[in-house]
């Protein structure tokens, strides 16, 4: 199955005090980025980038030391995860298979929990989406879900939605069929901006996919896979946790 993986990465990383675009600080020795594309490159074809036109040429620059088939794309103006995720649609229409999304932070990403992706992806008939998903305490996601567990609502404590003291978290990773990722295009047209961002976010399009659409969630290995890095702290915790892994 071919599989391109779209990676958003057009933080400046303001928070994390970095001198660097976000995606090409260091984790434990290697740019943030570099993490991901490790944990994934056993299974996507190619890869496209999208970052903000100041990093591009360093983004450029680090892409061309890896292996794979790559593309930067630019998102010209921070609109939001949806534009950015938008932009790699050109570069991407040629594999007409799978498309993953990860966002650049997700550092601990485990084979396991991609494995699991890969065999939902091939059940029969083919879903529109496989979502790695996890408990978390104080969520910054949660999915809502109906009485026979289809997803029907995400709550965003970004956009200052009611949260649960514990709720059902996304992990910064997505697989989506060729005709669901081509569908961001129409979801972008309907859907409501956020009421505090004014963005149209990327993850309400999951519950109005799974609307007419199968959308498998799979779980975890592990649930601090789904820790991004946005402080030193995170960072801080990131390191810890990949020294342990070695």
């Given amino acids: 199955m071919k599989r391109a993986l779209v990676i958003p990465a057009a933080g400046l990383g303001t928070r994390l005090g970095s001198p660097l675009p976000k995606a090409l600080t260091l984790v434990a020795g290697q740019p943030m980025i570099g993490h991901v594309l490790d944990r994934c490159a056993p299974y996507v074809d190619c890869v496209v980038v999208v970052v903000n036109p100041a990093a591009r040429r ?10 794979q088939p790559f593309a930067v794309t630019e998102q010209a103006a921070p609109t939001g995860m949806l534009d950015a995720i938008l932009q790699a649609h050109e570069r991407v229409a040629h594999v007409k298979s799978r498309v993953w999304i990860a966002w650049c932070d997700q550092v601990l990403l485990s084979d396991a929990t991609l494995q699991r992706v890969v065999a939902a992806e091939a059940l029969t008939p083919e879903p529109a989406a496989v979502v790695p998903t996890t408990a978390q305490p104080a969520p910054y996601i949660h999915f809502d879900r109906d009485e026979d567990g289809r997803l029907i609502g995400v709550r965003q404590r970004r956009e200052q939605d009611p949260m649960p003291d514990v709720g059902e978290s996304d992990s910064g990773m997505f697989s989506l069929s060729w005709p669901a990722y081509d569908a961001l295009r129409i979801f972008k047209e309907q859907a409501a901006r956020g009421h505090s961002t004014g963005e149209v976010n ?11 659409h199968d959308v498998r969630t799979v779980p975890v290995a592990d649930a601090v896979e789904a820790h991004g890095i946005n402080t030193p702290d995170d960072l801080a915790f990131a390191e810890a946790r990949l020294r342990r892994e070695r």
């Fill in 58 to 67: 360093p983004m450029i620059d680090y892409m061309k030391q890896r292996s």
């Fill in 202 to 212: 990327f993850l309400p399009f999951l519950p109005w996919l799974a609307a007419g």
